[in-house]
């Protein structure tokens, strides 16, 4: 049973790697007007997971002084004319699908 159990799991991780696809913060930049959520998280990742968790976000803005994480119903893409520099921030689309891979 353990064995079968561990190939399962590899086959997920495996699978789940074919499928991800990698995004980056960009430093300096932020989407205004498109808020729709927005809470104190412990870091940018927990802040994609956020974001995973509500179909309706399409990207994230982040700040990194106050650790608080902003849910977007628009992307840079969608609406370029409300994509501006803001200090101390960073904007991120968000990726198809976020792969958080475990490790014993």
Known sequence: MFWLSLL???????????????TYSIWGRYLKDHVMSSENTK???????QCSMNQRCKS?????????CELNDADRYTHPWDYVL???HSYSDYPVKV???FTA
């Open 8 to 22: 399962t799991s590899t086959f997920v991780v495996v699978q789940s790697n074919q499928q991800c696809r990698s």
């Open 43 to 49: 870091n940018v990742g927990m802040c994609y997971i």
């Open 60 to 68: 994230i803005n982040f700040h990194f002084g106050e650790l608080h």
């Open 86 to 88: 803001k200090k101390d």
């Open 99 to 101: 792969c958080v891979l």
